[in-house]
Every structure is written in C-alpha cells, then in structure tokens.
C-alpha cells in the first residue's frame, strides 16, 4: 500500500483503541485470540483452515449490499471438530456441507469492535474430506471493506461505482474467511454485476464487458486474504504493452493509458533486478477519488487513486512502489501485520531502485530526501523512545493500521540500504534476489529474515551489522543512511530567498517544488504568497502533490481566505488520506474548526469509511478540546 497514517490520525486511533483494548480485557478475550500467532485473527488453521476458496457474489447497489456464498475446501487435522472464521458487519444466512448441502448449526460469538465476529462452523463426522463448506451470506451497508460511489463520485456520473479494501483486516466485512496474511489460499469467484458493468479482480480479468452481466474470476498463485479484490463499474481497459494494461472508466481511460505508459518498461526493470514476475499479467485500475489510499497491491491489478493523473507522469513512482509489492508483501508475505516492515519497508527500497534504474540517481535521490525528512517528523512526532519507532511491532489489541506509519516504510527501507551499504550492492541484490526466490510464495516473520540475513549475508561474508537496534530498538540508529540532493540545496536556498525574490524554477521536477514550497521560512507573509501564486498558478496546479503541499502552507501561513475555493474544491473531490488529514489537521490547528466541519459535511459521502473515520475522529476530538 502507498500511503501513510498522518501524526494526529495516529495518536488520535491510538487514544481511541487503547481504551477498546482496555474494555476486551475486562471483558476476557475469547480463548481463540490467543490460539494463533496472529493476534489479529480468530482462526486456529493448526486445527483446520480454508485452502480454496469458491466464491459467488451478486453485486446489489441499490441496497449497498454483496449477497452469495463463500464455498471452503477445508484442510483439518484428523481430530479436529470444527472450522473457525472471522467475519464482521455481514449477515450470516446460512451454512451447508458438501454438494449436498446438509445444513450444520453454526455460531457466532459475540461482536468485538476491531475483529468482528468468530464464526464456529462444526465439521460433522460423516463429512467427506473433499465436502466443501458452504457459507451463504449478505454484507451490511456499513461494512469497512466496501466502497460504495453514488454515479456523482464517479468521473462519468452516470453509473456508480464499487471497490474494496482489504488490507490490513477488513476482508472478513465482505467475505468469512480466516483473515490472517499469513494464510495463503487459491480462489475462483463468479460475479454478477448490473448490465453494462464490468467486474474486475485480483485474478485473471476480463478486457471487454460481458453481454449477461457475469464475470468469472480465477486466482492460481496462492494469496493471503486482504489481497482479494473486487472493483465494479463502468469500466473499460486499454493495453499499455504486452503484458500490461490499464482500466479506468471510459472518460479517463486515455489519460490514464498515456499516464502509465512506462508501466512495461517498469516491470522489466524490476524483473532485472529481482527475478521474474511470477502473477502473469500485471495491470492497473484507476478507481473513483473517494479511493482512500495511493495505492493498493492487490496481484495482477493494482488499484490506483486518480489523485496520481497528474498529466505530466510526475506521480508514477506509486506504480514503482505497487509493482515492487508483487515481490515484497504479495511473494513473501508479512506474517503477522507485527511484521508490516517486511511488506513495506522492502516495496520502498525496490521502488527507489526500480526508479533510480529509469529515471536516475539524481531523480531519486529527490525522493528520498522527500520521504527521509517525513520520517524524522514522524519519529519527532512518535516520540523516539516510542515502541511504535521499532520495526518490529506489537499491534495487538489495536487497529493493525496503527503500524501503518512511515516507520515501516521509511526506516524499514533506510535498514535496507544500510545493508545495501554495509555489504556492496552486488552481494545485496544476490541476496536480496535469493530472498524472494526462497521464500516466494509464503509469509514469514521478522526473525525468519534476521536468521536467513545472519546465515547468506552477514556470516557468509563476515560483516558486522547492528541488526537488532535497528529492529527491535526505538528510534534511528545513528548509521542510517542520510539521503543527499545538490538539487534539493538549491531549492532550499531559494525558499529563503523567497521573501524578496521569485525563485528561478527553470529545469525544476514537481519534486523540486513540492520541496520549495514545504521549505518556505515559517515569517513568509500572506502579501508574499499571494505573488508566488499569481506568478506560478500554485493553487491551480494539476500535480496533487504539489496542491497538498502548497495548501497546507496556506492554511498555516494565513493565506487561507485567498485558497478557500480551491481547498474547498480539492477537499471535496477526492478522499485519499495522504492528503485529508494533514490539511483538516491544519485547518484544526490554525482555529478553523467550524470550516473544517463544514466542508467535511459536504464531502463526507464521497470518502470510503476508512477515510471518513479518520477525519471524523480528527474532528470529534478536536472539539472535545
Ligand atoms: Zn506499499
């Protein structure tokens, strides 16, 4: 996934799940919580777990609502009695075993806010091994996974428009599964979608509409359950090259071809670099802007927030970074969400050499510096002698999403390239190389990396590393690779300049100016960046990041009665969580609450339920103060 939790939305989740933990404890956990590693999953797959899954689905908008059945091939230990799941926010119809469709009492347990329900599915004794259980249900409205866009959140406001979010543990609101990554499983799925729609999903797609409104779906490689995907709409594709293609919807889809169209050579790159692509096709849909992510890695189809069309292909290291995951966090998968750094921490790292092999070190180096200085905010931020700065986490009893900060991406990819420096970039990327070819395939835990990094890196050539500082210890270590940018220096100066004279931006990347304008001295004045903006249009540009950026400094230098449309318009349009929370948080900070609120009233129904809550919970608690 790209994108990262900001600082308020972090302490703010953080307040608000600490006192949930508080409540399970009074309430003893039930004894499921603590029969797995994953402390985010009721299942007990030593006992028996779903290896198949067979999924019918008909896509209900008018109601908001997924209705079918979730057809388990079960693997259980010879003495095992019964299957467990976890669902949430759905209603659980009916269950049967095999083609017969014998119906067994199942239960549900009761109801805990962050895991949902325990579903306790009995395996009857007359039970073939090949019976399949058969879970019949509908999804509620509310449930978290579900993106459900009115035709006018769409770009072709004619039709509406579906998607889901998996990752970290809402799959279980749109499908009863045993909701852990580190569970693989195979899927076919079989959807039926209003006429004149197109369903795709992390699976082998359809390119053209079908005449009857069904689409079959078939995933081979196996998956953890937060990469199965579904998106529904007016969809159309259009190839990009031979193995790759983009779908958006008809109005954006030659923009978003044009946008992506290095998606080829990306992935040659990669493969270059760390071995062969292993999913087949790899293609990219644009989604609706109420999307609240960047990106999301689902296999064979990254979803993409349209916030990345910049027009310019300013914006397509996200594409790095989603390709990279077809490697890190799709072939070798976090274990547990304790492990996230595995996922991204190693995606940011190949994405930066994915970019670095197409653009050059000059243009990477930008970059990194860019995302080196958000995580000293965010350390900062934290604290540095919080546990939540060590890459190896303890998230449970909390929201999973807690560990999505720029920790696991960006200290995990700076341990990376310490790494990279300590042995010589040859002898990493063999390792790194055998790493993935190893263990392509399965999940694995921080301490399976630790001990094949002592055994084919580290020992075999007798390097010295502080590996579990860097792991296990708050903070960054004082060896962390400091990214450096001749280009960056000079941005810099001319921001301090900027009080007397327009800066000379000829040659200049949108990274060079995102960084100017976050580099603007704090005692600018709001008569000054009125100028900036009527020379460089920078409340009107097209580039998302740049917008965010300058936005912000407006708010936080009193230039915000001249943005206010434009904010208005931005906040508005699109619900991706990069860039709402820290403009609501600076809306908060400089005392405009109630125009915050007011805006977040006009906007809410557009953003998915992840993003809503978290500006929501921004909000609530702002007021309280
Ligand atoms: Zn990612």
Redesign the pocket.
């Given at each position: 996934?790209?994108?990262t939790m900001t600082k308020l939305f972090a302490v703010l989740t953080l307040m608000a799940f600490t006192v949930l933990a508080c409540q399970q404890e009074q309430k003893a956990p039930e004894t499921e919580k603590t029969a797995t590693s994953d402390p985010h999953s009721f299942s007990r797959p030593s006992e028996a777990r779903g290896t198949h899954l067979d999924l019918e689905l008909y896509v209900h908008f008018d109601r908001k609502e997924l209705e079918g059945v979730a057809r388990w091939t079960v693997e259980a230990a010879a003495d095992a009695t019964e299957i467990v799941f976890d669902t949430r926010q759905m209603h659980i119809d009916r269950v049967t075993v095999g083609e017969a469709e014998n119906p067994v009492d199942f239960t549900l347990g009761e109801e805990d806010p962050l895991l949902g329900q325990v579903l306790r599915v009995p395996l009857p004794e007359y039970r073939k091994p090949s019976d399949k259980i058969n879970i019949y249900y509908r999804t509620l409205p509310e449930a978290a996974a579900l993106g459900w866009m009115e035709p006018e959140m769409t770009a072709g406001k004619k039709l509406p428009f579906l998607f889901t979010q998996g990752q970290a543990i809402l799959t279980r609101t749109w499908i009863p599964c045993q909701d852990s990554p580190g569970l693989r499983i195979t899927y076919t799925a079989q959807v039926t979608v209003p006429g004149g729609m197109m369903a795709v999903m992390s699976a082998e797609n359809p390119q053209e509409k079908s005449g009857d409104g069904v689409y079959s779906f078939r995933m081979e490689q196996p998956i953890p359950p937060y990469l199965i995907a579904l998106a529904v709409g007016d969809i159309a594709f259009k190839s990009v090259g031979p193995r790759t293609g983009v779908y958006a919807e008809p109005v954006l889809l030659d923009k978003a071809a044009w946008e992506f169209a290095d998606m080829e050579n990306m992935l040659t790159t990669a493969e270059g670099l760390y071995g062969p692509y292993d999913w087949g096709r790899y293609d990219l849909i644009v989604l609706p802007p109420g999307f609240p992510f960047g990106?999301m890695?689902n296999p064979r189809l990254t979803f993409a927030t349209p916030t990345i069309l910049a027009g310019d292909r300013s914006l397509v290291s996200l594409v790095a970074?989603?390709l990279a995951?077809s490697w890190s966090?799709n072939l070798v998968t976090n274990a547990t969400w304790n492990d996230f750094w595995l996922?991204?921490g190693f995606?940011?790292y190949f994405e930066r050499r994915i970019m670095e092999a197409l653009y050059g070190l000059d243009y990477t180096n930008m970059l990194e510096l860019l995302e080196y200085r958000e995580l000293l905010d965010e350390i900062e931020y934290l604290g540095p002698e919080s546990p939540d700065t060590r890459l190896k986490l303890d998230l449970a009893g909390r929201d999973p999403d807690e560990g999505m900060t720029d920790i696991a991406?960006q200290k995990g990819a700076a341990f990376l390239k310490m790494l990279e420096q300590t042995a010589g970039r040859e002898r990493f990327d063999a390792f790194l190389k055998a790493w993935f070819d190893k263990h392509k395939f399965t999940s694995v835990t921080t301490e399976d990396f630790l001990a094949f990094l002592r055994e084919n890196l580290l020992d075999k050539y007798q390097l010295e590393a502080n590996v579990d500082e860097w792991v296990y210890q708050p903070g960054l270590p004082g060896n962390c690779p400091v990214p450096e940018s001749d280009r960056f220096s000079k941005v810099e100066a001319q921001a301090r300049a900027a009080m007397e004279k327009l800066p000379d931006t000829s040659g200049w990347t949108s990274h060079e100016w995102v960084h100017f304008v976050r580099n603007l001295p704090k005692e600018i004045s709001p008569q000054r960046l009125q100028e900036l903006d009527r020379a460089f249009q920078l409340s009107n540009t097209g580039n998302s990041e740049l917008l965010a950026a300058w936005l912000e400094t407006a708010i936080r230098r009193g230039y915000l009665a001249e943005v206010q449309p434009q904010l208005e318009s931005f906040l508005t349009s699109m619900g991706r969580r990069r860039f709402l929370m820290p403009l609501y948080t600076a809306l908060v900070d400089t005392g405009e609450l109630d125009l915050a609120r007011s805006i977040f009233a006009k906007a809410k129904d557009s953003y998915h339920a992840v993003s809503a809550n978290s500006v929501e919970k921004l909000l609530d608690e702002a007021g309280q103060q």
């Open positions: 996934m790209k994108n990106g890695e970074h989603e995951h966090g996922n991204e995606t940011v991406y």
